[in-house]
């Protein structure tokens, strides 16, 4: 395990349970170990990557609603580009 952080891993992981995968699938996934995964979680990066997906998400929700409390999103309606 390298000791320096890699951003653009953790957002990826960061989006992948923001979805709803489990951390052991998104260990698998991108080659971690879900210790890793754990200890990312708790990083700045992380908590900040996550805080960005839930205000897209609410931006997106209030959008399709119109207003409406009766808007259904999928993971496709969310989609945000990682850039770091």
Not at 38 to 54: C, F, G, S, V
Not at 61 to 69: D, E, I, P, Q, V
Request: some cysteine; aromatic content about 8%.
């Amino acid at each position: 395990m390298p000791k320096s952080l890699n951003p653009k891993k953790i957002c990826q992981a960061c989006r992948l349970h923001f979805y709803g995968d489990e951390l052991q699938d998104i260990a698998v996934l991108i080659d971690v170990a879900p210790s890793t995964l754990t200890r990312w979680k708790k990083t700045d990066i992380w908590i900040n990557y996550e805080a960005k997906l839930i205000d897209e998400w609410h931006q997106q929700r209030l959008h399709l609603s119109g207003g409406s409390s009766k808007a259904q999103l999928t993971r496709s309606d969310l989609s945000i580009c990682v850039r770091v």
